[in-house]
């Protein structure tokens, strides 16, 4: 895998920079409510970019209270074969896709033939540097079409080709692009995850954004579905009362919901809600 102190763009690379480049502008304009927009609108734009026909965001944690999506039966492979990394939420571009079959699939696969290699190897450096990963760093043709994570896996899913990222927003929390390809289609490159290493790394705000808005980084608990609903909207310039009319609630439970999310975020009020996020 590529260290991105030590990248040397390519040819085939540095072509798509200028895209890249006017997607950082295309997500700067998305508004600071709106953090999962402005994902959705990124993993379009770099499905685009790598002829790829589906991606998806996951962010990971290590040490972390393990979601009640996951079942209890999968905690050892988490903590004794993920070194304790969990997945913890996730967004697809599939909307048939959920977070908790997704992860409950591969979790059981994981845990009855081990951990596949390109997972394994993307643990190298869990926490501490942006890297990138493709299917031919970590094993042959043969060998991936004989292991369960072709097989079983993501050939459920009609994929032919993965290309996983990641960057650490702090030694604990982890935020993952993974980008797919069709079966049939071709492998993706050594460019394409020098690319893609550019690309994860390049846009640090959007992915502490996503983290935050789901209570995973900067606050004492994750958020409920509710508190994730007023968190974004409380960084609207909507009342407490026109929240509450959009959420279809009392003002009362809005009003309890945003002093839920100050104590958890540790600020006083909105403006310390704002300043914190626009902080990251």
């Not at 260290?3 to 304009?29: F, I, M, Y």
């Not at 734009?45 to 209270?65: F, G, P, Q």
């Not at 209890?72 to 993920?82: A, L, R, V």
């Not at 079966?183 to 995850?193: K, L």
Request: proline share 5%; aromatic share 8%.
């Amino acid at each position: 895998m590529l260290d991105p102190k030590h990248l040397q763009s390519t040819d085939s690379s540095s072509g798509k920079l200028p895209a890249l480049r006017d997607l950082w502008a295309e997500v700067a304009n998305f508004p600071v409510w709106d953090a999962t927009a402005a994902l959705n609108h990124t993993l379009g734009r770099l499905c685009n970019l790598l002829e790829a026909e589906d991606a998806s965001w996951l962010v990971m944690r290590k040490e972390a209270k393990i979601p009640r999506d996951i079942s209890p039966d999968h905690y050892k492979t988490i903590f004794e074969k993920m070194e304790g990394w969990s997945p913890m939420a996730a967004e697809y571009l599939d909307s048939e896709k959920t977070f908790k079959r997704v992860v409950e699939r591969w979790l059981m696969h994981a845990r009855k033939e081990g951990v596949d290699p390109m997972s394994q190897s993307i643990l190298d450096g869990a926490g501490k540097r942006s890297r990138a990963c493709i299917r031919h760093d970590v094993t042959t043709d043969q060998e991936w079409a004989d292991h369960w994570l072709s097989k079983k896996f993501l050939q459920f899913y009609g994929i032919g080709e993965r290309l996983v990222a990641c960057i650490p927003l702090n030694p604990t929390c982890e935020s993952v692009i993974i980008i797919d390809r069709p079966i049939g289609a071709d492998p993706f490159t050594p460019e394409d995850r020098e690319f893609m290493n550019v690309a994860i790394a390049s846009m640090p705000h959007l992915h502490n954004r996503l983290c935050m808005e789901r209570g995973l980084l900067m606050s004492s608990s994750m958020l409920s579905n509710r508190e994730i609903d007023t968190y974004r909207l409380l960084l609207t310039d909507l009342s407490e009362n026109q929240i509450a009319d959009r959420l279809k609630l009392s003002t009362h439970t809005v009003h309890d919901y945003a002093r839920q999310l100050y104590r958890k975020f540790g600020v006083k009020g909105r403006v310390g809600l704002m300043a914190m996020v626009l902080s990251v």
